[in-house]
């Protein structure tokens, strides 16, 4: 057994689900072509991008708002929508255009989930290994289920969404259910996921081992934490190798 104090030996591996495993931006982002196609037909390139980037980012923080139980998921959704479309639209998204836009993303949105190149590749070797892998997630249990399978991601077995523990990340309890479901010991358990605060500095805080996975590789400067820039860092951190 490896004894390296600043390193404990992993057990056991938990992910983030969405822009962790499956690639949610790019899948919001066709489905915002896709169903935005006429409304937002005068739009110039880099406006579709700016119309993009106003949704995925949610600026207003409405996605927190649902977590906290202020909005109901379709609402905090189609907030993001009507505050991306108040700057190329002059017409809000309201009623029955609302309830529209909302149907035609539901049932478009989940045609694009796809995991990233990296997971295959981590989750074979990780199976080779032995150790054992799941998925914790600010969403709910059947949504993120539904988004893993339709991803291809079945062999992610263990997954826990905030209604496992009535709460969501950065709450110590949903990390902890996660090692519970590995039956892995939180110390040697690693949490991987996008946002550095949330995902890292929170599994960090749950006495789990937190990595950010800063895919884009550019925003790392000033995080003093574990970083990785892809998925293939874990097999790296679990083997011992820095
Ligand atoms: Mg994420």
């Known amino acids: 057994m490896r004894s390296d104090s600043a390193q404990p030996v992993i057990e056991g591996v938990l992910f983030d689900i969405d822009d962790t ?23 110039s390139e880099a406006e579709w991008t700016q119309y993009k980037r106003l949704y995925t980012s949610d600026p207003h923080g409405y996605y927190d708002q649902f977590l906290a139980g202020k909005l109901s998921f379709t609402e905090q959704r189609i907030r993001r929508a009507k505050h991306a479309q108040a700057s190329f639209i002059a017409e809000p998204l309201e009623g029955v255009a609302a309830a529209r836009w909302n149907h035609a993303y539901e049932s478009t949105l989940p045609l694009h989930f796809e995991p990233y190149e990296d997971v295959s590749p981590v989750l074979d070797e990780l199976d080779r290994l032995r150790i054992p892998y799941g998925a914790v997630s600010n969403n709910v249990h059947d949504y993120q289920r539904a988004k893993l399978d339709r991803a291809g991601l079945e062999r992610v077995a263990a997954l826990v969404g905030i209604d496992a523990v009535g709460v969501a990340k950065p709450d110590p309890a949903i990390f902890l259910e996660g090692a519970r479901q590995l039956g892995t010991d939180p110390a040697r358990t690693l949490y991987v996921g996008d946002n550095p605060i949330v995902d890292a500095v929170g599994a960090d805080a749950a006495g789990l081992v937190g990595v950010w996975l800063d895919r884009s590789g550019a925003l790392g400067d000033g995080f003093e934490g574990r970083r990785i820039t892809g998925l293939d860092g874990v097999l790296r951190i679990v083997q011992g190798i820095r």
């Open 21 to 43: 495993l499956v690639d949610l931006e790019t899948a919001m982002g066709r489905t915002l072509h896709h169903i935005g196609a006429e409304r937002l037909a005068h739009l």
